[in-house]
């Protein structure tokens, strides 16, 4: 199974509203990631997590919380976000190099894509 | 982290015509990436390549990393073929280029 999975794949949601995003992954990968992608920019990095651990947070506004409940799942929590929040959410995962070096070959999930009114 | 920068911005090509992308790197990366992002947004490996050439199909990469670019080929373009190619390559993180946009006419 090589596959990422992400629900929902579409999410409006107010500018008071909470939600949350979900990304799961069965390929045993120990790193997770999630990207923001603005329409016609490439993706940004937003998160990493390593061995459940969150390892980079690319100074990303307190509004998203991400949270790795086990080695398969990632959540993306989403409260109190501004209309400018709204983009394509992408969720990665990859193996890490033995001796913890660079991370390995990344695979994407489909992405939700979110619109904050 | 790294800058990437990718070339042509645009690309419209007849079917069946031949194209290369190409990928350079303001230094050097340990993990390099080429992906095809459908109409849908789902981003799609290509290559991981690092070093070295590789072939898939009717798509071949290659990379030197020691002069930090590396080159996607596109042979017998296809209408399917059409969408943003983008590269990526890390030192302790994926950055992308900018991507190119390929438009394959029938």
């Known amino acids: 199974d090589t596959e990422v999975t992400q629900t929902p794949k579409h999410l409006v949601m107010g500018m008071t509203n909470k939600k949350s995003l979900k990304c799961e992954q069965h390929?045993?990968?120990?790193?997770m990631y999630w990207y923001k992608q603005k329409a016609k920019k490439p993706p940004e990095l937003m998160f990493v997590?390593?061995?459940?651990?969150?390892?980079i947070n690319e100074s990303v506004p307190s509004r998203f919380s991400p949270e790795c409940p086990n080695s398969s799942l990632l959540n993306l929590h989403l409260h109190a976000l501004q209309p400018e929040d709204s983009a394509l959410y992408l969720c990665?995962?990859?193996?890490?190099?033995?001796?913890?070096?660079?991370?390995?070959?990344?695979?994407f999930g489909p992405g939700t894509r979110l619109t904050v009114l | 982290g790294i800058q990437v920068e990718q070339s042509p911005p645009d690309l419209i090509l007849q079917e069946g015509a031949n194209s290369t992308l190409r990928c350079n790197f303001s230094?050097?990366?340990?993990?390099l990436q080429w992906f095809h992002q459908n109409p849908w947004g789902q981003l799609i490996n290509l290559f991981y390549?690092?070093?070295g050439t590789k072939q898939n199909g009717r798509l071949s990469a290659t990379t030197v990393a020691t002069e930090r670019y590396s080159l996607l080929y596109i042979s017998s373009s296809q209408t399917t073929d059409s969408g943003v190619y983008f590269c990526?390559?890390?030192?302790?993180?994926?950055?992308f280029g900018a991507g190119t946009t390929v438009t394959v006419r029938a």
């Open positions: 990665a995962s990859s193996q890490i190099r033995q001796g913890g070096g660079p991370y390995n070959e990344q695979f």
């Open positions: 390929m045993g990968h120990r790193a």
């Open positions: 997590y390593s061995y459940e651990k969150l390892s």
């Open positions: 230094d050097s990366v340990n993990n």
């Open positions: 390549i690092p070093s």
């Open positions: 990526a390559g890390d030192d302790y993180k994926l950055s």
